[in-house]
């Protein structure tokens, strides 16, 4: 199999490839699973005052925090292409 781009290194394919499967952890596979499993809707009355409380099978900070940490790796690969670029024009060794 060939890399999407002939300047592509390990490097690149390991940054794409972990910050991507970050973004579809927290968004597809931890979304589907939600709803597979469904999340379970309680009533509670307090001080005279019913409530609705959800409880999900994952934390929403923790799949927030898993695709923040996707487009940060995603984020840091772009911000290395740039530089690399701008050193390579410069008559540097990228």
Known sequence: MSPPHPDYGWL???ALATGLALVLLGLVVMGFFETLVGSAHVTESVGGVDI?????????RLRAYTIALGFLVLLAWGLSRV???IIASRGGDP
């Open 12 to 14: 690149d394919e390991a």
């Open 52 to 60: 609705v409380v959800v409880h999900t099978s994952f934390s929403p």
């Open 83 to 85: 530089c690399r670029s």
